[in-house]
């Protein structure tokens, strides 16, 4: 079972920037897609960003060139920084895994908060 945990979320201003991060546990951290979603209130879950073993990565429309996603797979971690951040862009953010040749994200966070205030 593979565990997820999501950190540095918080409230900040439009045109400000956080730094979400997301540490797992097993050890096969290195073979998985790893992935950023949100969902705010009333609204479907969105794919963000995605990054995979390779490292090759790939964003939402509404992020690109303001979010970077990254890993460190010595820390068994994922983190995406958020740039220049708007009002829209408020919503808990989950951290997510699959396994290389899955169609599905099996693994999930508890989400962390992001609020952008204008």
């Known amino acids: 079972q593979v565990q997820l945990i999501e950190s540095g979320g918080g409230l900040v201003q439009a045109g400000g920037s956080l730094r979400l991060s997301c540490v797992t546990s097993?050890?096969?951290?290195?073979?998985?897609?790893m992935a950023w979603f949100r969902q705010a209130p009333g609204k479907e879950r969105e794919l963000v960003a995605t990054?995979?073993?390779?490292?090759?990565?790939n964003y939402a429309d509404s992020v690109k060139g303001r979010f970077t996603i990254s890993r460190d797979n010595a820390k068994n971690s994922v983190y995406v920084q958020m740039n220049s951040l708007k009002p829209e862009d408020t919503a808990n953010y989950f951290c997510?895994?699959?396994?290389?040749?899955?169609?599905?994200?099996?693994?999930w966070g508890q989400g962390t908060q992001v609020t952008v205030s204008s």
């Open positions: 997510a895994a699959k396994r290389i040749g899955s169609v599905t994200y099996s693994y």
């Open positions: 097993g050890r096969t951290f290195s073979y998985y897609t």
């Open positions: 990054i995979n073993s390779g490292g090759s990565t």
